[in-house]
């Protein structure tokens, strides 16, 4: 199911009931290539570490050290394409990002079926986790295997796009990253707290984005139509939103 709207320059697909998306192009071919390029000198360690108890011992990857100034590059570009998103903006209604995660799985690598934990990160940097999301950075005929297996109500939903393409799925799901049996996997992980916690809300949203975004191609901004889209919108968010 495709969304009506929002879809040029940047579509976005969705799975069948339920509000997990892939937006394509988040990274163009140039900034694929340059991340890419410097993660190649970034360090790396068991991913393992940074799982919780029960997922650690499902966790076969490695993570980048994101801590020096390659790193911090990296994670700048990164940022700045995914935070700035218009779909994903629209979709997750973002109130915080957690940190960014790079990592990467070779033959037998890969990330057994777990759930997220609720909670990431300490002090003021904790948050929930409403959704979490995958940053594709691999051309997807450079590996075999390494789907990202999502389960819905409607089934098992896998993934493997293109690279530069972000999958946004609810963290309350089950999900997996099946084994890596050729090639390397590379993606860029993160998570969510939207500032809307209810996802049916969420979902109401963005059909009124994508709504808002056709009609603005055929209606001035100040008519009655774009108004009252625009009023609702924003009332929405007063009644299911936190600040």
Not at 170 to 180: C, D, F, I, M
Request: proline share 6%; hydrophobic share 40%.
């Amino acid at each position: 199911m495709a969304c009506p709207a929002l879809i040029t320059p940047h579509p976005a697909k969705a799975a069948p009931s339920l509000m997990m998306i892939t937006v394509s192009a988040v990274l163009t071919p140039d900034q694929v290539h340059k991340v890419t390029r410097l993660a190649s000198g970034l360090s790396w360690r068991d991913g393992a570490t940074t799982a919780g108890a029960v997922a650690r011992q499902v966790k076969r990857n490695e993570q980048a050290d994101l801590s020096g100034a390659t790193g911090t590059a990296v994670k700048k570009l990164l940022q700045e394409a995914i935070e700035g998103h218009p779909v994903l903006q629209a979709a997750a209604q973002p109130r915080r990002f957690s940190p960014l995660m790079i990592s990467r799985a070779s033959k037998g690598g890969g990330y057994g079926r777990h759930v997220d934990n609720a909670f990431m990160g300490k002090g003021d940097r904790r948050l929930r986790t409403d959704l979490s999301f995958t940053l594709f950075l691999s051309d997807p005929s450079t590996y075999e295997g390494g789907e990202l297996a999502v389960e819905t109500a409607a089934g098992e939903h896998l993934v493997k796009p293109d690279a530069g393409d972000l999958v946004l799925y609810p963290s309350t799901t089950l999900h997996e990253v099946r084994p890596v049996t050729s090639g390397e996997r590379i993606v860029c992980v993160g998570w969510i707290e939207s500032a809307v916690r209810d996802a049916a809300a969420r979902e109401i949203l963005f059909d009124l984005e994508n709504l808002r975004a056709t009609l603005g191609q055929t209606h001035d901004p100040q008519s009655p139509e774009m108004l009252t889209v625009a009023k609702t919108i924003s009332n929405l968010l007063r009644l299911w939103g936190d600040a």
